[in-house]
């Protein structure tokens, strides 16, 4: 099936010239020139990624994003400034999945979307062969992970995960009590040889622990090894 990717940048030039890109590469496009014209279209017709410029009026990417993740787990990338760290953090931390500075190759960002579209299908079971090779649910104590419906519960209470999140937890709580490197968790969200730093993993971390908090304040399943990495808790 065809991915449908939504653009939402103030410029142009760049809605132009990236949905042409993309429909050459053979993805459906939807562009939007604001992040209040955008939300609605976002929340009511999800696409299968969203690409969001930081740097908007009326409703920049931020803002977007914050009010987008109440209500949908869509995959988003960030456009960012160049060397603009605190739009990476904050964006990271809000939620988005991957995030690209301006000036960027569209070949780039193209391979940053078949990436995540990648993830997202692995997350989703990958495929409607039948039920006997959709991934089994992972049950850990209170944790309860269900790849082939992205569906995670704690103490039955449902936590949306963003793809990336997803992908991150769903590693550590393979095996419980193992400690997990940044690199060994870099390698299990993000394929394909992409670099990120260990400042993302550790903002998806922190997020990651976020949601959990929100639907029970005592949550402490991760754990960080400081100078090891980060491990799922044993029962």
Known sequence: MTATIALVDDDRNILTSVSIALQAEGFLTRVYSDGETALKA???NPPDLAVLDIKMPRMDGLELLRRLREKSAV???????????????????MGADDYIAKPFSQRLLIARIRAILRRTEAAGGGGSEGEAELPPAIERGRLTMDPARHRVLWDGKPVTLTVTEFMILETLAQRPGIVKTRNQLMDAAYHDDIYVDDRTIDSHIKRVRRKFREVDPDFDSIETLYGAGYRFAEE
Do not use: H, N, R, Y
């Open 42 to 44: 976002l929340v009511d």
């Open 75 to 93: 995959p988003v990338i960030f456009l960012t400034s160049k060397d603009d760290e605190l739009d990476e953090a904050l964006g990271l931390a």
